[in-house]
C-alpha cells in the first residue's frame, strides 16, 4: 500500500534531476510489489527530523515486525565496492571514492528509531500486563541500496543488500518474511535473540499516521524576494577552498541580503541559513560543489560547518560559528 507518493520537486540541477529519476524509478517497482498489500506500507521521499538533525529517506517501506529503508543510487557507469565495503564510482572515466550509502541508510534508520523512541508512549501499548511501556529499541529496522538499472555493480563478495532496482523487491520480501521470523516466540533466527517483536494492528496504524504526520518538505526559503526598485547585489555563496573565517585573499567573506554586515552565525530552521547578529536579518545557504558543480549538502560537526558533495565525495569546511558575545 503506497502511503506517501514521491514528489520531487522542479530543479534545473542535472544532478538532482538524475537523482529524482533513479527515486521515481524505485517507486515504480515498489507500487507494482506492494501497491495492494494493505499489511506493507510504503513512503516514498520521506523527510524526518528529530533534535536538530535531518533524515531524508528515498523509501521506507514498514510492515509489523520491521522497516526497510531503500536508499537510490542514481549510477549511469559504475561503482565498485571492496572487500572493506569501500565504495567507489566512476566519473568521466576516473574512480574516486564516495561515501557508503549503506552507512547512510544505517544513519536514517538510526534518526527513525530516535523518533520513535521518543514518541513511544503515545504509539507503543504497555506490556507485560501493562506493568512496562513499550519501545521501539529492539525493533528491526534494515537498509538496503538500489542502483539505478543502467549502473553497473563491481563487488568483492556477495552483497545481499545491494542491488540493481529491479531486483529490490524480491530482497524487501526475503527481509519481510526474516522480520517475521524474528518476532515469532520460536524463532530460529540468529538476531532473534536480541531483536525482534511484532506491532499490534492498533500499533501499526498509529505508527504509519505519525510518520505521515511527521513528514516535513525541504522548506524554499524565500530569499530570492528582492526590492525591485533597487535589488542588492546577491551574496557568493559558493564555497571556499578552506574555512570560511579564514585570513588571506582566498577567504571568501560571507555578508547579510539585509544590512550586508559579515557578522553571521549559522542557525537551523527548517534548512540551515546564516542568521546576521546586527540586524537580526536571515540568509539562505546555497552550496555548490566546485568539482562537479552538483548541489552540496551542509554538515555540522561542533561550531564549524562542511560542504558534502555525494555525486564526487568531497568534503571541506566552509563557515564557522563565532563565539558569544561578551557580555557587559
Not at 517475521?180 to 498509529?206: C, H, I, V
Amino acid at each position: 500500500m503506497i502511503v506517501k507518493d514521491s514528489l520531487p520537486q522542479p530543479t534545473s540541477d542535472r544532478f538532482q534531476r538524475a537523482g529524482d529519476e533513479a527515486e521515481r524509478q524505485m517507486a515504480h517497482y515498489l507500487k507494482r510489489a506492494f501497491g495492494e498489500n494493505q499489511s506493507v506500507h510504503v513512503f516514498n521521499n520521506l523527510r524526518l527530523e528529530h533534535d536538530g538533525e535531518v533524515a531524508q529517506i528515498d523509501h521506507l517501506i514498514f510492515h509489523r515486525a520491521g522497516f526497510v529503508i531503500v536508499e537510490s543510487k542514481s549510477v549511469t557507469s559504475s561503482v565498485r565496492i571492496n572487500e572493506r565495503d569501500e565504495w567507489a564510482r566512476q566519473w568521466n572515466g576516473r574512480w574516486s571514492g564516495m561515501p557508503s550509502p549503506v552507512l547512510q541508510a544505517r544513519r536514517q534508520g538510526d534518526l527513525l528509531r530516535a523518533l520513535l523512541q521518543a514518541h513511544k508512549a503515545e504509539l507503543r501499548n504497555k506490556i507485560l500486563f501493562g506493568l512496562k511501556q513499550g519501545e521501539f529499541k529492539l525493533f528491526i529496522i534494515d537498509a538496503v541500496v538500489a542502483i539505478s538499472d543502467s549502473g553497473v555493480v563491481q563487488a568483492s563478495g556477495k552483497l545481499s543488500d545491494v542491488k540493481k532496482a529491479d531486483q529490490i523487491p524480491d530482497r524487501i520480501k526475503e527481509l519481510i518474511a526474516e522480520h517475521g521470523r524474528a518476532a515469532s516466540l520460536l524463532s530460529t533466527e540468529t538476531r532473534a535473540d536480541d531483536m525482534g517483536f511484532n506491532l499490534s494492528p492498533e500499533e501499526f496504524t498509529r505508527v504509519s499516521a505519525f510518520l505521515q504526520a511527521k513528514h516535513k518538505e525541504r522548506e524554499q526559503f524565500p530569499a530570492e524576494r528582492r526590492d525591485v526598485a533597487s535589488p542588492p547585489p546577491a551574496p557568493s555563496l559558493n564555497v571556499p577552498t578552506g574555512p570560511s573565517q579564514a585570513s588571506g585573499p582566498a577567504a571568501q567573506t560571507f555578508t547579510c541580503n539585509k544590512c550586508r554586515s559579515a557578522d553571521l552565525e549559522i542557525k537551523f530552521g527548517h534548512n540551515y541559513y546564516f542568521k546576521c547578529r546586527s540586524c537580526g536579518g536571515s540568509t539562505p545557504i546555497k552550496l555548490t560543489c566546485p568539482t562537479c558543480s552538483a548541489q552540496a549538502r551542509t554538515r555540522k560537526s561542533g561550531a564549524s560547518f562542511y560542504r558534502e558533495c555525494a555525486t564526487c565525495a568531497t568534503s571541506a569546511e566552509y563557515f564557522t560559528n563565532p563565539g558569544p558575545r561578551p557580555t557587559n
